[in-house]
């Protein structure tokens, strides 16, 4: 069964350095998704993405905060310059149609980035 | 304001006893209803929809428009049900908001 994957497991970075995550979404689904987890915390909305094009953000996805999608096949999730409190488990997820139709996400195994 | 309340963060029920996961929203509109469930080690992965009105691994959900929930039911609870089980409501705009979660313990 196809899966979304994401890399890398972990990242360790400094603070004011820059991050790029990367994550690979199922072939043949249309919408993406970043989502952040700050340990023992919900998981949270970050951003959706939708015909190249960011479809709707969360107060969160300030412009520390970028996504692109490269090519065809990943989509990347960029914090220009880490704060401690960016910490936090990143999960990218896919759908083949929007939610509000019934289309299920399906989810990566996460990135854990430390911010140091 | 688009909320999302699931009240018990931990929920410790006896195997083969029943299980109701709470779960109560506020939203404008008629959202799309969904309960994602995370096991330990696993990636956070669908569990059921309302709009498939289907029963997964003995979990069925009912969606009550006059209380605004969506309780997650199973009648025998099983030990391999431990895990995280987050209710997620999706509206028109792009996104889902998760509730908090609730991590649901079976005892042996």
């Known amino acids: 069964e196809p899966e979304v994957t994401q890399t890398p497991s972990h990242q360790v970075t400094q603070m004011g350095q820059e991050v790029i995550l990367r994550c690979v979404p199922i072939s043949n689904h249309l919408y993406f998704y970043w989502y952040r987890q700050i340990l023992g915390q919900k998981v949270e909305f970050l951003v959706s993405f939708y015909n190249n094009e960011i479809s709707e953000k969360s107060e969160i996805f300030d412009d520390q905060f970028s996504v692109e999608r490269p090519d065809g096949s990943n989509f990347t999730l960029k914090i220009r310059s880490t704060k401690l409190e960016d910490s936090a488990m990143y999960f990218c997820?896919?759908?083949?149609?929007?939610?509000?139709?019934?289309?299920?996400?399906?989810f990566g195994p996460g990135t854990r980035l430390t911010v140091l | 304001a688009q909320r999302v309340t699931q009240p018990e963060k931990l929920l410790s029920v006896f195997k083969g006893a029943p299980v109701e996961l709470k779960c109560n929203y506020s939203?404008?509109?008629?959202?799309?209803l969904f309960w994602y469930v995370q096991y330990s080690r696993q990636r956070l992965q669908l569990l059921l929809r309302h709009i498939s009105r289907e029963s997964i691994k003995g979990f069925t959900a009912d969606l009550n428009k006059g209380e605004t929930s969506f309780h997650l039911k199973k009648p025998f609870a099983q030990e391999e049900d431990s895990a995280m089980y987050y209710c997620?409501?999706?509206?028109?705009?792009?996104?889902?908001?998760f509730g908090k979660g609730t991590r649901l313990h079976i005892l042996p």
């Open positions: 939203y404008s509109g008629s959202p799309e």
């Open positions: 997620a409501p999706w509206n028109r705009d792009d996104k889902i908001i």
């Open positions: 997820a896919s759908s083949e149609l929007t939610g509000i139709r019934g289309s299920a996400q399906y």
